[in-house]
């Protein structure tokens, strides 16, 4: 399987990769066929995404995909991110391969899980 040299960068130099002290809110997912962990950790004031980090067992596409969510992530409202879709990721990316594409979904679901964690509160 080839990967691009993005989707390598991000894999070899993971951007907001680790622990968040204090997060306003965290969630952890997983995708049982493929075996990937994703753990996703936000700091939110003003409904502004001030921070974000993560933690994730899985391929080179997991760790690239959660890389490049959090960087794109960083100083956008709320409502701005909760428009991001798999093609939006796969396309910071420089496109997956195909059988990685399910990489996009899984770190779209853990956003997705601590912006209603997050509205719930």
Not at 6 to 17: D, G, R
Not at 25 to 42: P, Q, T
Not at 52 to 75: D, M, P, W, Y
Request: aromatic fraction near 4%; proline fraction near 3%; include cysteine.
């Amino acid at each position: 399987m080839l990967y691009n040299k993005k989707i390598i960068e991000h894999f070899q130099n993971p951007k907001n990769m680790g622990r968040m002290k204090n997060p306003t809110v965290k969630k952890r997912i997983s995708n049982k066929l493929c075996g990937d962990i994703m753990e996703l950790a936000l700091k939110i004031k003003d409904d502004t995404v001030v921070d974000a980090k993560f933690q994730t067992f899985g391929c080179a596409a997991a760790i690239a995909t959660s890389s490049i969510l959090t960087e794109s992530i960083k100083g956008k409202k709320i409502a701005e991110i909760k428009r991001l879709k798999p093609l939006d990721i796969d396309r910071s990316l420089g496109g997956l391969p195909q059988i990685k594409k399910h990489c996009a979904i899984l770190v779209l679901e853990a956003l997705d899980e601590c912006l209603k964690a997050y509205q719930s509160d």
